[in-house]
């Protein structure tokens, strides 16, 4: 996540948790003049559209009076999906043995793009099994990682 990223989690994390859910990730995305602010929220008893407008009105609240961002935004409030992205190294773990898709900032063996089996974290890094190859791959090179649809 970017630092402001951070900043928004950090921000908005504690309005999510006394509603009851868990601020699963964040991603602020400027497109010209009209950004897009996107939460995705997590619940033991998942996520029903109520749930988002719920959290929506209470985050606005929340901007409105901290003010974080300048300029015109949109604010999305979600569930994950269960094509789920990643945003923290502590997300993995819970997800070892499924397949993900992750994107690194920069090339780890002349490549970019990784798509297998999660095997596990290892001293930080993302140890990943692609075509009978294990990748110990640096978190902190991480793009964007998720979840892959199985169907």
């Given at each position: 996540m970017s630092a402001k990223e951070n900043?928004?989690?950090?921000?908005?994390?504690?309005?999510?948790?006394?509603?009851g859910f868990e601020?699963?990730?964040t991603e602020y995305l400027i497109q010209g003049k009209h950004s897009v602010l996107r939460l995705y929220i997590e619940s033991?008893?998942?996520?029903?559209v109520t749930d988002c407008?719920?959290?929506?009105?209470?985050?606005?609240?929340?901007?409105?009076v901290e003010e974080p961002i300048s300029g015109e935004y949109l604010l999305e409030v979600s569930s994950p999906g269960v094509d789920r992205r990643l945003?923290?190294?502590?997300?993995?773990?819970?997800?070892?043995?499924?397949?993900i898709e992750l994107r690194l900032r920069s090339p780890f063996e002349g490549r970019r793009k990784f798509k297998g089996i999660l095997r596990g974290v290892e001293d930080g890094d993302i140890v990943l099994l692609v075509d009978d190859h294990e990748y110990l791959l640096p978190y902190g090179d991480v793009d964007r990682a998720q979840l892959t649809l199985r169907i």
């Open positions: 900043k928004l989690q950090a921000l908005l994390a504690p309005t999510v948790e006394a509603l601020l699963w990730g033991e008893n998942g996520v029903q407008a719920a959290v929506s009105e209470q985050v606005g609240a929340v901007l409105d945003f923290r190294l502590e997300q993995y773990l819970a997800y070892v043995g499924e397949e």
